[in-house]
């Protein structure tokens, strides 16, 4: 029921804007690299957070239209997972479980004027790998995770005049990641990031 009221939200608001605004070609483009604090949360207690990265790439589609929002569409690859206690037969040992994912957000951003913005939107997400470290080795644990995630991504940024800026976004998960012998708890990923970024602005196309 929640994922059809999403689903329904999500389509009322495209055709919102498509029937309000003129679509233009996309102009700029930014590159952005970050610090990743990253989490699992749900019905499992035994994790904990952890430390990782991120880069991508994502391109401003403008619109022209009453309301001061552009949308923007991006890719990134993130270094993410949780720390975590696991019982291998000799008692508990911490760990870290390592993902890395390949992200998709789509985010509608609004601009509030001396280089300060806000944005939300939806972010598909896909699992490339996973591996659990303990004592200097690593074990393949893809099988305990699915490989589709999605998220909402919520953030807030600074732009400087010299084409760098400052971003943070937190990114909760909606949809439970567990798999397997696992899939019967629910467990969603939490990624927060802070990032720099660097945006080339493009030339408008001729007659717009």
Same mark, same amino acid.
């Given at each position: 029921?929640k @994922? ?29 690299l /970050?610090?990743? #604090?990253?989490?699992?949360?749900g019905?499992?207690?035994?994790w ?11 391109a ?7 309301f ?5 569409a !991006? ?5 993410q !997972?949780a720390?975590?206690?696991e019982? *291998?037969?000799? !008692?508990? %040992?911490? /760990?870290?479980t390592?993902? *890395? ?5 789509l ?5 509030? /004027?001396? $280089? ?6 939806i972010?598909?997400?896909f699992m490339l ?6 004592d ?5 644990? @893809?099988? *305990?995770f @699915? ?6 991504? &919520?953030?807030v ?8 800026? &400052? #971003?943070f976004?937190?990114?909760? $998960?909606?949809? #439970?990641i567990n798999?397997? %012998? ?7 990923? &939490?990624?927060?990031?802070l !990032? ?6 493009? @030339?408008k196309? &001729? /007659?717009?």
């Amino acid at each position: 029921m929640k @994922k059809q009221s999403l689903l329904t939200l999500a389509i009322a608001g495209s055709i919102f804007l498509l029937h309000s605004c003129a679509f233009t070609p996309c102009t700029t483009m930014s590159a952005n690299l /970050g610090l990743v #604090n990253s989490h699992i949360v749900g019905e499992s207690d035994s994790w904990g957070p952890a430390f990782g990265a991120q880069a991508g790439i994502a391109a401003e589609l403008p619109f022209n239209c009453d309301f001061p929002l552009t949308a923007w569409a !991006g890719t990134n690859i993130t270094m993410q !997972g949780a720390s975590g206690d696991e019982d *291998w037969g000799g !008692g508990l %040992e911490t /760990g870290t479980t390592r993902t *890395w994912n390949l992200n998709i957000p789509l985010t509608a951003r609004y601009p509030f /004027g001396n $280089g300060f913005y806000a944005e939300a939107g939806i972010q598909p997400g896909f699992m490339l790998s996973a591996k659990d470290h303990h004592d200097g080795d690593a074990y393949d644990v @893809k099988d *305990w995770f @699915k490989t589709f995630d999605l998220g909402i991504p &919520l953030g807030v940024g600074y732009n400087f005049e010299n084409n760098f800026g &400052l #971003n943070f976004r937190v990114v909760p $998960g909606i949809t #439970n990641i567990n798999a397997g %012998e696992y899939e019967s708890s629910t467990d969603r990923n &939490l990624v927060v990031v802070l !990032g720099g970024t660097y945006t080339l602005t493009g @030339k408008k196309q &001729l /007659g717009q």
